[in-house]
């Protein structure tokens, strides 16, 4: 059965820093793309990063986080990591790690096939 559990979320000031993670089992993710998504109260989810598991690590992000936001991966633990700098309260949302084949259009939440359950992150001004 596949997981993928998130954590690291929270309340920050704007201007602060959040590492989210993923930590990922129950299959080989050697040919998947780990995503993040978010979704703020009345929007839709949004792509907002994307690595490749495989050893090229090929990352792809959404322009809004383009620069302070840094995806990885450490596949020796099996995790995900989202590093947030310099946040803004347009940040906030619900952070969702997403699993899905490498042939996939990276940015659409329909290539996803597995999720986790979300993260909330709040950015006060």
């Known amino acids: 059965q596949v997981q993928l559990v998130e954590s690291g979320g929270g309340l920050v000031q704007a201007g602060g820093s959040l590492r989210l993670s993923c930590a990922a089992s129950?299959?080989?993710?050697?040919?998947?793309?780990m995503g993040w998504f978010r979704q703020a109260p009345g929007k839709e989810r949004e792509f907002v990063a994307a690595?490749?598991?495989?050893?090229?690590?090929?990352?792809y992000y959404v322009d809004s986080v383009r620069g302070r936001f840094i995806i990885s991966i450490d596949r020796a633990k099996n995790t995900v990591y989202l590093q947030m700098n310099s946040l803004e309260p347009e940040d906030t949302a619900v952070y969702y790690c997403?699993?899905?084949?490498?042939?996939?259009?990276?940015?659409?939440?329909?290539?996803?096939?597995?999720w986790g359950r979300g993260t909330q992150v709040t950015v006060s001004s």
């Open positions: 997403a699993a899905g084949p490498a042939t996939m259009v990276v940015r659409s939440t329909s290539s996803y096939d597995y």
């Open positions: 129950g299959r080989s993710f050697s040919n998947y793309v």
């Open positions: 690595i490749r598991w495989s050893l090229m690590g090929t990352t």
